[in-house]
């Protein structure tokens, strides 16, 4: 076999190559199919048994949770039926002593005549005895063993000019028949402190306009 009749089979073997109905790009080839198919679901099964598409871990899957009970308000206290408790009366003595306001007064005024501190004196005395126990006039008091409120050493730099005034103020409600031992001692002490702060204003009032 000569060259040439070599050449021409291998030819003729390259071409009934590609002429295979099988071959990779051949023109009889199936077409290809470039479309995306999604894979198919997982199936999964219910507690019952039945199948479900529904995805594993789905919020369907999730127990359902139990309403959150709103806690009630607990109400409110009723208000109170006593209507007199914690309530002054500033006209308490109108009936029992009458003369009570002029009365003391007319002391604390004395007291302010007779002594330029007095009217300080006193009502440095009120703030002492409503600072330690409250307003019940247990600065007065004395007993024979000096442990009592009057000799605490808190209480050594007040002046006798406040206890003097408050005695006098105490004597002259006393020396009255309607209010002989019916006006309490710390109210006494009160109107006292109140009447010396009011007069030491209407002095200097008087002494600014004349």
């Known amino acids: 076999m000569t060259a040439l009749n070599l050449l021409i089979l291998v030819s003729l073997l390259v071409a009934a190559a590609a002429e295979c109905p099988f071959s990779n790009g051949g023109a009889n080839a199936p077409p290809k199919d470039n479309t995306y ?3 198919p679901p997982t199936t999964t099964e219910s ?7 529904a995805p594993a871990g789905s919020p369907s899957d999730a127990p359902a949770l139990a309403p959150t009970a709103v806690p009630t308000p607990a109400p409110a206290p009723a208000p109170s039926q006593n209507k007199t408790a914690g309530k002054l009366s500033t006209d308490y ?7 009570l ?14 002594s330029p501190i007095a009217a300080a004196a006193t ?3 009120f703030f002492h005895d409503c600072f330690a126990t409250g307003c019940d006039a247990s600065i007065m008091i004395t007993n024979a063993s000096n442990d009592d409120e009057r000799h605490n050493p808190e209480n050594q730099f007040l002046r006798v000019d406040g206890y003097n005034t408050i005695i006098q103020a105490k004597n002259a409600v006393d020396a009255d028949p309607q209010c002989t031992n019916k006006v309490s001692c710390s109210d006494i ?10 007069l030491v204003m209407l002095f200097n009032l008087s002494e600014l306009l004349y």
């Open 37 to 39: 198919a999604p894979p």
């Open 189 to 198: 002490i009160a109107l006292a402190a109140r009447d010396a702060v009011l």
């Open 101 to 114: 306001e002029s009365l003391v007064q007319g002391a604390v005024r004395g007291m302010m005549a007779s």
């Open 93 to 99: 003595y109108a009936n029992i002593c009458p003369n």
């Open 123 to 125: 009502l440095r005395l």
């Open 47 to 53: 507690p019952a048994g039945a199948p479900t598409d």
